[in-house]
């Protein structure tokens, strides 16, 4: 079974392949810098994957040994997913790990609890995805598959997929973040948020942060792509939380909002931020 001399941990087949797969889909590290002192290289989503493998026994290092990667995509806003390509003994395997949305519809089966590959059931996935994001979880997709080369295709990643499971993490906001934004409301500015994120995660974070309130929703990137300029414009005034956004989409945003008259302020951190950066005022 993957990663059996690696520590195992305990649970079942699935979850035990679960974990395997946030370890090895991952650019991550954690190092130790003192006795009990200890840091994270790379982004923290990734790192807590790592963790969670740490606490069922397993070594990422060990891991990484017995299967060494040969080839990866990296995540894309667009694509929202990641894929890397590892050894496994005379053959290859592929990881994939993102969006909920975008994982499943490469799988055509799906691991049960015993690790047995079965038809795969998608609203039971999706009403767990949603379940979990409701609570302000952050939410990963998980699947694998075969390969008989040494690099990765995209295309070859478009079906046939086998599901392995979700993981959920939380990422509460910080609290200068909360009275960050409750100061911008006393100053009259409207605050909102755009976000990769599930819905349910980013409604869950944007209630907590007092962006969103219980009758809030939100509008997810394909509903933003049926739109055209003028609905767009109408639909970015009444609407806080935008979720499932791509690049592209952050700058629209922008500009329906300086069409409605706005003086619109923008804050990101990623290369992809910086269209809209560049046009906001």
């Known amino acids: 079974s993957i990663g059996g001399s690696a520590g195992a941990g305990e649970g079942s087949a699935a979850l ?4 395997v797969a946030g370890v090895l889909c991952n650019d991550a590290s954690l190092v130790e810098s003192e006795p009990g002192e200890w840091s994270i290289t790379g982004d923290p989503t990734e790192a807590a ?5 740490r606490k ?5 290092a060990a891991l990484r040994e017995a299967f060494g990667r040969c080839d990866e995509i990296p995540f894309d806003a667009g694509r929202q997913y990641m894929a890397t390509l590892h050894r496994q003994q005379d053959s290859h395997v592929v990881f994939v790990k993102g969006a909920v949305e975008r994982v499943l519809q490469r799988c055509t ?3 049960d ?3 047995v590959a079965v038809a795969i059931d998608v609203d039971t996935v999706l009403a767990r995805a949603h379940d979990l994001s409701s609570r302000g ?4 997709a998980f699947a694998r598959g075969s390969c008989d080369r040494s690099i990765i295709e995209e295309g070859a990643l478009d079906s046939g997929l086998l599901f392995i499971g979700l993981q959920a993490m939380l990422d509460p906001p910080r609290p200068e973040a909360i009275a960050a934004v409750a100061t911008c409301r006393r100053a009259g500015i409207q605050v909102k948020m755009i976000t990769g994120d599930h819905a349910g995660t980013a409604l869950a974070i944007a209630r907590q942060m007092g962006i969103a309130d219980l009758a809030s929703g939100a509008l997810s990137g394909r509903e933003l792509e049926t739109l055209d300029d003028a609905s767009l414009r109408r639909a970015v005034l009444a609407v806080s939380v935008f979720a499932r956004v791509e690049p592209e989409q952050k700058l629209r945003l922008v500009r329906a909002l300086q069409a409605g008259g706005q003086i619109v302020a923008m804050t990101g951190d990623g290369v992809n931020d910086a269209p809209a950066l560049k ?3």
């Open 49 to 53: 994957l790592l963790v969670v493998a």
């Open 137 to 140: 979880l952050r939410v990963l």
């Open 16 to 19: 035990r392949d679960l974990l």
């Open 113 to 115: 609890w015993t690790g």
């Open 56 to 60: 069922a026994g397993m070594s990422e």
């Open 109 to 111: 089966r799906m691991l």
């Open 279 to 281: 046009a906001a005022d």
